[in-house]
């Protein structure tokens, strides 16, 4: 009874959906000249918006990974640009190399956001600020204010080599870039196993660079 009643629902639905087209359909066929010369002039104008943003964004470095040297840049960056991702790091972290193959892939592709990255022990007060403990950390930025973070890669499968794919939708969960995927699913889900570093385990360090026994792959300061 429950099922008929649910297949009557998606019935009406499709019916509701197929004349709303059939009705657009039928709209834009009896469009005389002037409405389509109105249509296209609208279409030319967005065009021409698109054009000008996507100049405007990359005169602003947009497109690029880039590192920016300290704390004041860090803010700079938040005020010029609507949506920022920047990764702090550090150079013995081997993970954070992963995070910059990924990111410097990402760039180009989403010239809405400004990719960045800056080097956690040259920012320590930002670092305090932002409450940022385990590197590498993603800090992702809108509007000036901080709506979310990676930290590690437990969001991202839990290993070393998740695909690029799974970074960009984990950082569209926080709306900082377009996506037109699925936001809910995951690119690659069912990754349980845990593997170590493809260039062997390395052994956790403070960032002062003190060995420590934790299991955690990831640098703690």
């Known amino acids: 009874m429950a099922e008929n009643i649910i297949e009557q629902h998606l019935l009406q639905a ?3 959906v197929e004349s709303q087209v059939d009705a657009e359909i039928e709209r834009l066929a009896n469009m005389d000249q002037d409405e389509m010369d109105v249509l296209r002039q609208r279409r030319m104008d967005a065009m021409k918006r698109e054009a000008t943003q ?4 990359l005169q602003q470095g947009h497109g690029q990974y880039s590192e920016i040297p300290d704390e004041r840049a860090f803010f700079d ?3 010029k640009s609507k949506n920022l991702i920047c990764h702090f790091y550090r150079d013995a972290t081997f ?3 992963i995070v910059d193959k990924h990111l410097t892939l990402l760039a180009p592709k989403h010239l809405e956001t400004k990719f960045v990255k800056i080097d956690a022990e040259k920012c320590k007060f930002l670092v305090e600020r932002l409450r940022i403990v385990v590197l590498p950390a993603i800090c992702l930025v809108k509007n000036g204010k901080t709506v979310d973070y990676v930290v590690g890669f437990d969001d991202l499968g839990g290993t070393d080599d998740f695909p690029t794919e799974m970074l960009e939708w984990r950082i569209a969960r926080a709306d900082v870039i377009n ?6 699913t995951p690119p690659v889900a069912g990754q349980s196993k845990k593997p170590s ?3 062997g385990r390395e052994q956790k360090k403070t960032i002062r660079g003190k060995a420590d026994d934790d299991s955690s792959d990831e640098d703690d300061w």
């Open 179 to 184: 996506y037109s995927g699925d936001l809910l």
């Open 54 to 57: 996507k100049q405007e964004w």
């Open 14 to 16: 499709t019916k509701v």
């Open 197 to 199: 570093s493809i260039l």
């Open 95 to 97: 993970r954070c190399k």
């Open 77 to 79: 960056e938040c005020k």
